[in-house]
């Protein structure tokens, strides 16, 4: 009898673990059923809202990022969409096929896979001409962004949205994921004295929201007034991180590569208003932070002597190929997030900023001021008072206490334009 009940046992562990293997292999936990109900708002377009498009010449603002499930190019099925009359291209930072780095002016060229005209909506033209528009009745607006107020595709959005006021021409955002989810709304709200291509509007610096659900805050808060419409996502839910969907990451621009990056961009890019390394011309930027002077060893240490949450700190050397300190041997740390519900990259990234300041007095700089008196660092965070009060010995904790009100007014502002 017991050699048939261990017989039995033995059967259904086989039978169990065979079933864990072949069911759905790969999964890493996802749920196939709810997966397979996961739209984005490009296939929710093509599937059940094709009468926006009905009849109209249909301009296009996107980048590597606007592919559906199955990577394929939004530009490509477009085109060769029977009932879409696709007429112009315009791309962002980076360009509509990602080959351009931060910062590069990209020119005005022929798409060689369709043949149509892309226009650049970065550098000297960032918002859309009249004579870019000549041949269109309705943009569309399809890039991934990455959930932090300095990531300039919202603005290139937020000034199309402008444009199609200007112009009489309808504006549609297909709805994307929020990578760090959509719950967390964190860091200090932007003061509009400095605003910037890097911060338009007083949002915070983890605004918590979809690229569909900001275009109706910016469009009706701040006065755009366009004919706008958003074609939202179906089976997303605001607690999702990126990697609990059933997409695969295309890389919004070239120093954005994982989710990972993403998820501790909001605070670790601060370092970009330093004279510290903030990982750019490494395989991890952002994750990698350092410089020359740094002691890798007692960065780490001092670091994670704080228990910040969800985070720890390991001391790392790397040398960048191009960006600040190039061909230079650098010390600092590697970020690793740990708890992604308990970690706050904001102020995760102050407790940097101001470590690395308290340690090495003698060689960290703020970048220098413009001649009102900014720094770029300001730009970033949305303020001048909170490099003055790293430069005054304030804790991090302080610096949150002074922000928390504005960032709860936004907050309740914000709850009027959710949509999942």
Sequence with gaps: MRNYIVGILALLFIFGSLTAVFAHPGDNGKHKGQHKKFKLG???????????????????ITNPTGVDKELNSVVDVLYNHPDVNLTTLYGPEHGVRGSAQAGEYVEYYIDEHTGLPVYSLYGETRKPTPEMLENVDVLLFDIQDVGTRFYTYIY??????????????????????????????????????YSSFVGKYPIPLRHGMTVGELAKLFNNEYGIGADLTVVEMQGWKRNMYYDETPLEFVMPSPNMPTTDTAMVYPGAALIEGTNVSEGRGTTRPFELIGAPFIDSTELASTLNDLNLPGVRFRAASFTPQFSKHSGTLSHGIQIHVTHKPSFNPVTTGLHIVKTIHDLYPEDFEFRAENSQGISFFDYLVGNGWIREAIEEGKSVEYMKNRWQDELNEFSNIREGYLLY
Excluded at 156 to 184: C, H, W, Y
Aim: aromatic share 2%.
């Design 42 to 60: 490009v296939e929710v377009l093509l599937k059940d809202k094709m009468d926006l498009l009905e009849g109209k010449r249909v301009g296009l």
């Design 156 to 193: 290139t959005m937020a000034l199309a949205m402008e444009a199609a006021e200007e112009n009489d021409i309808q504006f549609i955002v297909l709805d994307r994921p929020n990578p760090l989810s959509g719950t967390k709304v964190q860091g200090p709200v932007l003061d509009p004295d």
